[in-house]
């Protein structure tokens, strides 16, 4: 279907909310009965062949390669080494964060094709820093985002340093950077649903995971803005890397995918287009559906932990309704009177 078409098709329904919809689908790896060779297609597509994954994979590579001072150098922790790793983050995250803005929003390029919200621009009021939205963005994305990224990275690279934290090479052991590789969306994904189940926990949403849900209308500086707290248990998946043997690579590969892929997931475009034709995928349906309606689609589409338990919306008019009874239950006080 050609984006004229998809445009059509999105037009003859919820039009008053969307101005662009997409079926709500999960990896086929979860699919039963199990289909080995749609699982597997599903899991590369998504992940290893030319996409977002794959750009970040390369740019891991030649991090790691290019900038990553020897191992003596960082036994200490001094600002000689920790700097330019807190401002090449900054750098990739200015890049991708503020290049797409620019593309979509600024110069509104694609005008707005593929574009999930119909609204075209961002928001100025006042439930934001700075009465502004993209200011606001901004600013968390970078003094909190890069900030608890590059302390995620500095840490896991002091202990590799100290003899702390194990470590293999690539030669030593392949079958374990390709596990590892394989095993990554699913670690990603399983520990997105928890952590984001446990920020909408009330208390924990209204101290910390409510900064990022000002954002109804998203856009690519939106992904990583979150409160500090949020940050930290956002990208503690990482920590997985500190205990199990890794490889340096596949660290600041997971640290990319958390950190730099959300401005793609939060752009509101489910595609980037130049002059008509798909450049990359960006934003899924999924989590713009979360983003509007709440207390659904916690998860991502990677595996399918929405299903799972129950908190699946899938666009529909139904499960709008589920979630506004999910939310009464959640956030309305019983009556004083008590009752069930
Ligand atoms: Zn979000
Ligand atoms: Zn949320």
Not at 128 to 150: C, E, K, M, P, Y
Not at 218 to 230: A, D, F, L, Q, V
């Amino acid at each position: 279907m050609n984006v004229q078409d998809r445009q059509a098709a999105a037009d003859t329904g919820r039009k008053s909310i969307w101005n662009h919809t997409t079926p709500v689908v999960f990896a086929a790896l979860f699919d039963w009965p199990f289909r080995p060779k749609a699982a597997f297609l599903s899991v590369a597509q998504r992940w290893y062949t030319l996409s977002r994954n794959m750009l970040f994979l390369l740019v891991a590579v030649l991090t790691y390669w290019l900038l990553i001072p020897d191992l003596a150098t960082m036994q200490t922790l001094s600002l000689d080494w920790v700097l330019p790793i807190l401002l090449r983050n900054m750098a990739l995250m200015i890049l991708l964060a503020g290049g797409l803005h620019l593309y979509l929003f600024t110069f509104k390029k694609q005008g707005k094709k593929l574009k999930y919200d119909p609204r075209e621009d961002l928001e100025k009021s006042g439930k934001f820093s700075f009465r502004d939205q993209v200011h606001d963005n901004i600013f968390w994305s970078l003094a909190s985002g890069v900030t608890v990224w590059s302390a995620y990275e500095v840490f896991y690279f002091w202990g590799v340093a100290n003899g702390v934290i194990p470590t293999f090479g690539f030669a030593e052991n392949p079958v374990a950077f390709f596990a590892w590789l394989l095993a990554l969306p699913f670690i990603m994904s399983s520990h997105f649903y928890l952590t984001h189940r446990l920020l909408h926990w009330p208390p924990l949403f209204r101290i910390a995971h409510k900064l990022h849900h000002r954002n109804t209308h998203i856009g690519p500086w939106s992904g990583m803005s979150m409160h500090p707290i949020e940050h930290i248990l956002y990208i503690s998946s990482v920590l997985l890397h500190y205990v199990i043997a890794s490889h340096p690579v596949l660290v600041i590969y997971h640290l990319f995918t958390r950190s730099l892929a959300p401005a793609l997931s939060h752009s509101g475009f489910e595609q980037i287009l130049v002059k008509d034709k798909k450049l990359i995928d960006s934003a899924d349906f999924h989590h713009q559906l979360h983003h509007r309606f709440y207390e659904c689609n916690y998860g991502n589409p990677d595996s399918p932990w929405d299903r799972w338990f129950g908190s699946l919306h899938d666009g529909s008019n139904e499960a709008t309704a589920m979630v506004k009874e999910r939310r009464r239950k959640m956030y309305q006080r019983k009556p004083a009177t008590g009752g069930a």
